[in-house]
């Protein structure tokens, strides 16, 4: 027998059960966000929702059992970088892999653009994963003097708006825009003008960070 948290050992069955609400959760939220309910992923698992509700008690549990895992991987590969030889190569591919995610998975785009404000740790821990990475690069030479982290955060949130759902644009329109706001980025620009009014958007990416 398997045990639970609470001492008592589990049926096979429901630890079968557990395991296929996870991925139903993971494929469900993936492709519509944290607008699921129990019971899309309840019938996506092939379960009655009675069942879900027995192992989690709401789908915001069963969404931490999924996406904390998903952010620490998210902030390991962005520890990850900074090994790798190039700092401004490491940060673009970090940018990359961080608009790949979201393209591939609605709830991971809408923890990047800060929309569960009841729960903002996740997307703190993602926004806060480039700051070393980009001091790293500016270190090296390979930024503008008077670029910020909170720039490259608030490129990443205008990229994943691109292709919000329903809207019939590729979920990848944002690999046209990417080398344009990333040459911004580099030394050889124009200097960049001071926020025309306060509470501008990258002031807001900042503070949320």
């Known amino acids: 027998a398997v045990s639970h948290p609470d001492g008592k050992p589990q049926r096979k069955d429901a630890v079968r059960n557990r395991a296929l609400l996870i991925q139903a959760?993971?494929?469900?939220?993936?492709?519509?966000?944290?607008?699921?309910?129990?019971?899309?992923?309840?019938?996506?698992?092939?379960?009655?929702?009675?069942?879900?509700?027995?192992?989690?008690?709401?789908?915001?549990?069963?969404?931490?059992?999924?996406?904390?895992?998903?952010?620490?991987?998210?902030?390991?590969?962005?520890?990850?970088?900074?090994?790798?030889?190039?700092?401004?190569?490491?940060?673009?591919?970090?940018?990359?892999?961080t608009l790949e995610a979201q393209s591939d998975n609605r709830a991971i785009r809408e923890i990047l653009l800060g929309q569960h404000q009841d729960d903002p740790e996740r997307h703190r821990s993602m926004t806060a994963a480039f700051v070393e990475p980009f001091e790293r690069a500016k270190a090296a030479g390979a930024i503008r003097a008077d670029a910020e982290v909170s720039d490259v955060a608030a490129m990443v949130v205008m990229l994943c708006t691109l292709a919000e759902p329903g809207n019939g644009r590729s979920p990848r329109l944002w690999r046209r825009y990417l080398p344009t706001l990333l040459q911004g980025l580099r030394p050889d620009g124009a200097a960049m003008p001071e926020p025309p009014v306060p509470g501008s958007f990258a002031e807001r990416v900042a503070l949320s960070a």
């Open 25 to 97: 959760a993971r494929e469900i939220f993936a492709e519509r966000g944290f607008e699921a309910s129990m019971d899309d992923i309840a019938d996506h698992a092939g379960l009655g929702v009675g069942t879900a509700y027995r192992h989690f008690p709401n789908k915001y549990a069963l969404a931490d059992a999924i996406f904390d895992d998903a952010v620490a991987a998210f902030v390991n590969a962005a520890h990850a970088v900074l090994t790798e030889p190039d700092p401004w190569d490491a940060l673009v591919g970090l940018i990359e892999r």
